[in-house]
């Protein structure tokens, strides 16, 4: 199967008419072929969305909204088939994919369908001298990157806002899982969403991802991925005067203190660590535990990682899937190297899994518990993105606190405790951009989202997203 580009509302070929591999992580095996689109795509898909901008942006936005409810409903009317193609295109469970995946790619989008309607602008009055009203108007051609990880997830998350904001958008999936955003580019023409307000751009993040970027007329960036890769971005787009929003890697702690609701922890704590093989950027990848608590939470957590089921994702009974290319399961084991090399003691895991049949040549990591390791090693300090956690053991709120803190990064953090004061108090001095204390990962998706320090600048979520995708405009009018 050949994927297409999607630009001025048709599916059509990469200018260069080549194509590269898009392997089954699950199988190893190559099942569809990526368009290796170049500049010469962008430039196309750019006067498509420039041309489109013109109607777009002045679209009542009652009109935009019943586009992006359209795409919705689309979208929940296929669930399963979109299901399939992101546990097929990605190797995580097809359930996962089923329960979270694709149910908040809708969500996304019908959030943003109606929280337009609801947006709203300042009006400063200066008593009877004058009255300052804001507008907030589109600001153009909207660049939006995103990663492999939660594909049509974290894509919606961009496109949607834009579109709602009136904005047009030339999109790149993750070269490495394009397959859903494929199907989306099949819905919005059965949405008969307008020709050139949405341009899916598949290829390379060297060649159109950068092309996207450094486009001259393209105003704003809003990218997801990794650091070094959101570095680089900003580096081409910040002498360029672009509005940005990078939302960054992550190496979150998760600090469980002795008073916590034990069960509720033990089996939230097994999804912080291991959902998606571990490849969420709000994973709980450091795991702290108050000394007193250590030796029982070892033991119950390592016997429940031990029983975790990793195989087919198309099975409804897998926990674990498959890693998401063999370039990536190659990174991970090369921390688990590293792991060892610092003194960490492998718990449980640490080696490639080997499954049978179809699945031989698919790429599966045994989930790893490591412990014994300084919270100042690479392994505790650089991000894994893997099914692999390390467990290190605290005496005092201050000393968690501090090791959590430890890191360049500050995306999430999760805390463990029944104690409200200090569920408070370490809410207030923790370094990242959310706190979930008692749960993990429960969204509610008016809420600002994003990271700090190296995690990130600028948030998404709620309207925070609409003022990204709009510039912000003071009229004065003198009243006498
Ligand atoms: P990458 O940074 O490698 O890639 C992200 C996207 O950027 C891909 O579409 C990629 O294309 C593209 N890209 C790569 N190079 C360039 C470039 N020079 N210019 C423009 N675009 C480029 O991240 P991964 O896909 O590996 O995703 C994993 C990372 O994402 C982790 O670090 C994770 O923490 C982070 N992440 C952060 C989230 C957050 O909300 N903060 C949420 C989810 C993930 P291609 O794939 O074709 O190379």
Redesign the pocket.
């Known amino acids: 199967m050949k994927l297409k580009n999607y630009i001025n509302g048709k599916l059509m070929e990469p200018s260069s008419q080549r194509y590269f591999d898009n392997f089954q992580p699950s199988t190893g095996k190559v099942y569809s072929q990526i368009p290796d689109s170049d500049e010469a795509d962008v430039d196309l898909a750019y006067q498509a969305a420039k041309n489109a901008f013109k109607s777009w942006s002045i679209l009542p936005k009652e009109l935009r909204s019943n586009y992006l409810l359209k795409i919705a409903h689309l979208i929940e009317s296929k669930l399963d088939q979109l299901a399939m193609a992101e546990s097929i295109d990605n190797g995580k469970p097809l359930k996962l994919a089923k329960t979270v995946d694709i149910p908040r790619a809708a969500a996304n989008f019908h959030f943003y369908a109606t929280g337009i309607l609801h947006y709203a602008s300042h009006a400063h009055s200066m008593e009877d001298t004058a009255i300052n009203y804001t507008l907030r108007q589109p600001v153009g051609v909207a660049g939006c990157?995103?990663?492999?990880?939660?594909p049509l997830y974290?894509f919606s998350w961009k496109i949607a806002p834009a579109l709602a904001a009136g904005c047009t958008v030339v999109a790149?999936?993750?070269?490495?899982t394009p397959m859903t955003a494929y199907l989306l580019s099949e819905i919005c023409i059965e949405a008969g969403l307008p020709d050139g307000v949405l341009n899916i751009v598949n290829?390379?993040?060297?060649k159109?991802?950068?092309a996207?970027?450094s486009h001259p007329d393209i105003p704003l960036i809003s990218?997801?991925?990794?650091?070094?890769?959101?570095k680089?971005?900003a580096s081409v787009a910040a002498p360029m005067f672009k509005k940005l929003s990078l939302?960054?890697?992550?190496k979150n702690p998760n600090l469980i203190f002795a008073d916590c609701d034990y069960d509720k922890m033990l089996h939230t704590t097994m999804l912080s660590s291991f959902a998606n093989q571990g490849q969420?950027?709000?994973c709980g990848s450091r795991i702290f535990v108050e000394r007193k608590l250590y030796e029982r939470f070892k033991n119950d957590f390592v016997e429940k990682t031990k029983a975790l089921l990793v195989g087919d994702p198309l099975d409804d009974k897998t926990k674990v899937g498959a890693i998401v290319s063999k370039q990536?399961q190659e990174k991970i084991m090369s921390y688990i190297e590293l792991a060892k090399q610092e003194g960490g003691k492998i718990l449980c895991g640490g080696n490639v899994l080997k499954l049978v049949g179809n699945l031989s040549e698919g790429y599966y990591i045994e989930p790893t518990v490591i412990e014994g390791l300084p919270h100042n090693c690479r392994t505790n300090q650089e991000?894994i993105?893997g099914p692999v956690v390390t467990i290190t053991p605290f005496d005092s709120e201050a000393e968690a606190l501090s090791m959590a803190n430890s890191t360049i990064y500050g995306?999430a953090s999760i805390v463990w405790t029944e104690n409200l004061t200090r569920a408070h108090r370490l809410a207030n001095q923790l370094h990242a951009g959310i706190v979930w204390v008692n749960c993990w990962l429960l969204r509610d998706l008016r809420t600002p989202?994003?990271?700090v320090k190296a995690?990130?600048v600028g948030r998404?979520g709620g309207f925070e997203a609409l003022d990204f995708f709009t510039e912000p405009k003071n009229v004065c009018i003198k009243l006498t």
């Open positions: 990157i995103s990663p492999w990880n939660l974290l790149k999936p993750s070269e490495i290829g390379y993040g060297s159109v991802g950068n996207i970027v990218f997801t991925g990794g650091t070094v890769t959101g680089h971005i939302e960054l890697g992550g969420i950027c709000l990536h991000e993105f995306l989202f994003g990271g995690s990130g998404e």
